[in-house]
């Protein structure tokens, strides 16, 4: 059985950083596409950054320069770094993996929250001006 188990989030003031982590059990992270979406409220979730087994990442626009997926697949920990947090931040953020063997873009865009199999229950970041 698949477990994704989010921590680290918090509240920070605007520019402020935090580091999310996810634990995966049941899930060999060098194996597959894992990463990490959002959810305003009201909103869908939206992809923040993913990467495969392989290492290849992939970021939204919002994301990119500011935050870093990493992965430790040792400890099959996957990693958020986020810098340079904006109030436009603050959302709850979800760790989330495809079922091992795909790729995070095969068949249709990264981004798209239908092709991830695996979700944990998420990790409230708020950042306030």
């Known amino acids: 059985q698949v477990s994704l188990v989010e921590s680290g989030g918090g509240s920070v003031q605007d520019g402020g950083s935090l580091r999310l982590s996810c634990v995966a059990s049941?899930?060999?992270?060098?194996?597959?596409?894992i990463g990490w979406f959002r959810q305003f409220p009201g909103k869908e979730r939206e992809g923040v950054a993913v990467?495969?087994?392989?290492?290849?990442?992939f970021y939204s626009d919002s994301a990119k320069g500011r935050f870093t997926i990493s992965k430790d697949s040792a400890k099959n920990t996957l990693y958020l770094e986020m810098n340079s947090l904006k109030p436009e931040d603050t959302a709850m953020y979800y760790c989330a993996a495809r079922f091992l063997g795909y790729t995070c873009n095969s068949g249709s865009s990264w981004s798209r929250r239908q092709k991830y199999n695996y979700w944990g229950r998420g990790t409230q970041v708020t950042v306030s001006s």
């Open positions: 049941g899930y060999n992270t060098a194996n597959g596409c």
């Open positions: 990467m495969d087994g392989i290492g290849v990442k």
